[in-house]
């Protein structure tokens, strides 16, 4: 069994359509993958359209929130939520409240770039942004690339976009307890993305991933292709010590970046953990609605 359980299509920030996606998983020898776009459940529909027999769809999105830190800060960090309910009120509000907050800190960033002289108009490529969808830096760099700036993504992230690098805008995004509760309510399941991707900037703490297991975290994304192997081995102490699940996922954004998929995979027994928690969170949300309701 070849489980990936991260990867995006052009609904968010991956350049496969959903339905490309499904079939480079299922032509990879991938049995299960989750499709975890960022802030949206927009490519669901299509990538279960497409399926192809054999392969197993995981309906899922990457949330992006902030977590406190213990130095009195507040550090950047990307949940994963699964198998919840895609009519979530609160998820969709948020959801769209982050898709515009994405598109004005990217028109800032490029403004910044413009100013400086960069061969970038900035209306136009806001203009050029996919409609509805959840536009990342990833959109800045392909810009920079079609602008003969920079030769590659990558580069484009190394010079300028990276989250300590000159053009680096901040966003609001949400925060990661309330994108847990949200995530529970809605009869998912959550799992904390990538944890320990220092080549991004600061990572959480552990103590503060101790709390978020205390407000209903389910897992952890131990093996990730930004992790290092010391940062995997004591990821996955602290899972065990806290009582959560690991996954391993390739977070494959197409070509957007050089992971291929199924480059790191789940263990069934997770995927089973994470399908019976999903299972009885729905029974628990569908209770706490019947209690509203009376
Ligand atoms: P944003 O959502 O605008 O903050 O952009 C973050 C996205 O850029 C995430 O999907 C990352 O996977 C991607 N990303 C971050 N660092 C790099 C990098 N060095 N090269 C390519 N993509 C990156
Ligand atoms: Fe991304
Ligand atoms: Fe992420
Ligand atoms: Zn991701």
Redesign the pocket.
Known sequence: MRIDLHA?STAS?GTDTPAELVATAAAAGIDVLALTD?DTTAGWADAVDALPVGLRLIRGAEF?CIAPDCRDAHVSVHLLGYLFDPTSQVIIAEQARLRTE?RMR?LAMAQRMAADGFPVDPDEFLAGLPPESPA???HL?RALMSAGVVGS??EA??RFL?NRGPYYTG?VDTDVHAAIRMVRAAGGVAVLAHAAAR??GPVIDHSVIAELAAEGLAGVEVDHPDHADDDRAALRDLAGALGLLVTGSS?Y?GT??TVSLGQETTEPEALEQIEELAARSRVAAVTADRRRVR
């Open positions: 995006h920030d960022h992006s994405r990217l990342g830096r990833p760099a993504v990558d992230f190394r990276h966003r080549r991004r977070d954004h957007n970046k």
